[in-house]
């Protein structure tokens, strides 16, 4: 009753940004107490049409009107605080709120989102008690915004609960728009794992210019591993928090980029039992048979099939949809290895080579030939030598070398 009665006492009590902006004032006249206004979720009128370019800028342009009531009310404003998902520019929606402070990327309020590790130690010990904290740590830990890493409060809480490892954020929403996102636009699936970003791409978002990195980023698929400052430019390097995020994104993003949502699942469980029993022949067997599966009207009817990154970022995929330990591009003084993967006490090192028709071999003469096993020695476990070569006219797997180093 008091609201409506407000409301209609308003000049304009049909102009709610008029009417608010008028109540801000008379509340302040009245108290002589200035306002604090919280607003959650921010940018969720937007976000809610991102997929419809129109509707989503007539819900910018009218959110822009409502945010410059807050400036143009600043005598009677004592402090405004906005969350939500995604940092739009300040010229696309802030413009006339042009003096908020963003505190995303500032150590100081890092940990002012999540559970820390004292959390854990402190209010949630009772529940933790006999817990493998180790494991916890891989599934739910590990967002950071240059500060103190902090849990995803919503996976550690049903956790708790349940007392079972389980993508429990990931499974509120299935980034539906993100996945296909990154299939049409042809990224390298591996690359994902280790992006590198500037300070000025992190910050533009706008409905018609959203970067694949900004967009992870803010919606917390990635976080910041490390940062650096070079000549007035901060950089940033990018990955996956936690094993809940990797695992599960790359689940869904296997359902896209194989063309079926029942395909990748029965055939991920059996990969995990061949890693297990260390048997490549069956290994061999099962990659060819993924590829078999998937339907010849998705490779006809799909341009992201025509690009030879496609079958290394399905391979990848595979396998990180497991939550195995891969290590993908990564660097020796020979060259780029394609994917490493560490398992029960064995390394697999993998190379890709996307032929014509026939296999050629030069994925495993890569891999012998720079030595790549050479850094993996050290460590006193069997190493085997991979190379896979897929036909773009067969579309699948026609070569499948194993070396024991």
């Known amino acids: 009753e008091n609201r409506e009665r407000l409301r209609l006492n308003c000049a304009e009590p049909d102009n709610p940004i008029s009417c608010f902006a008028e109540l801000i004032q008379r509340a302040h006249e009245a108290t002589g107490q200035r306002a604090v206004i919280l607003i959650d979720e921010y940018d969720k009128p937007i976000l809610d049409n991102i997929t419809d370019s129109d509707t989503a800028r007539a819900m910018r342009d009218g959110l822009r009107n409502f945010y410059s009531v807050i400036k143009g009310m600043d005598a009677h404003v004592k402090f405004v605080f906005l969350t939500g998902v995604s940092k739009f520019s300040k010229v696309s929606l802030f413009s006339g709120l042009n003096n908020l402070e963003d505190i995303t990327v500032d150590a100081r309020y890092s940990a002012i989102c999540g559970y820390t590790e004292t959390d854990l130690d402190t209010v949630f010990a009772a529940e933790l008690e006999g817990a493998d904290r180790e494991e916890i740590r891989r599934w739910y830990n590990g967002y950071n915004w240059l500060g103190e890493s902090v849990y995803n409060p919503f996976g550690l809480l049903l956790f708790l609960r349940n007392h079972q490892f389980k993508p429990y954020w990931f499974e509120t929403g299935t980034p539906t728009f993100l996945v296909d996102?990154?299939?049409?636009?042809?990224?390298?699936?591996?690359?994902?794992?280790?992006?590198?970003?500037?300070?000025?791409?992190?910050?533009?978002?706008?409905?018609?210019?959203?970067?694949?990195?900004?967009?992870?980023?803010?919606?917390?698929?990635?976080?910041?591993?490390?940062?650096?400052?070079?000549?007035?430019?901060?950089?940033?390097?990018?990955?996956?928090?936690?094993?809940?995020?990797?695992?599960?994104?790359?689940?869904?993003?296997?359902?896209?980029?194989?063309g079926s949502s029942s395909i990748p699942g029965r055939h991920i469980s059996k990969l995990g039992d061949i890693l297990c029993a260390n048997n490549l022949p069956a290994l061999r067997d099962l990659i060819t048979a993924f590829f078999a599966s998937i339907p010849y009207e998705w490779y006809t009817n799909n341009p992201i099939a025509q690009y030879e990154g496609y079958y290394a970022s399905v391979f990848y995929a595979y396998f990180a949809s497991l939550g195995l330990e891969i290590i993908p591009e990564e660097s020796t003084n020979q060259g780029r290895l394609d994917m490493a993967v560490k398992f029960n006490n064995h390394i697999y090192l993998f190379e890709f080579k996307v032929v014509e028709l026939t296999p050629e071999g030069s994925a495993l003469a890569q891999l012998k030939t720079n030595d790549y096993a050479a850094k993996y020695r050290t460590l006193n476990q069997p190493i085997y030598l991979i190379g896979v070569e897929?036909?773009?006219?067969?579309?699948?797997?026609?070569?499948?070398?194993?070396?024991?180093?």
């Open 181 to 258: 996102m990154v299939a049409q636009r042809h990224h390298f699936v591996p690359d994902l794992a280790h992006l590198h970003a500037s300070d000025s791409l992190l910050s533009t978002f706008d409905v018609d210019h959203i970067s694949t990195e900004a967009l992870m980023f803010q919606t917390g698929y990635l976080t910041i591993e490390s940062s650096r400052s070079i000549l007035g430019r901060t950089e940033y390097v990018l990955r996956y928090p936690n094993l809940e995020v990797r695992t599960a994104f790359h689940d869904v993003l296997l359902q896209t980029l194989s």
């Open 390 to 405: 897929f036909s773009k006219e067969k579309r699948n797997v026609v070569g499948f070398e194993v070396e024991f180093d």
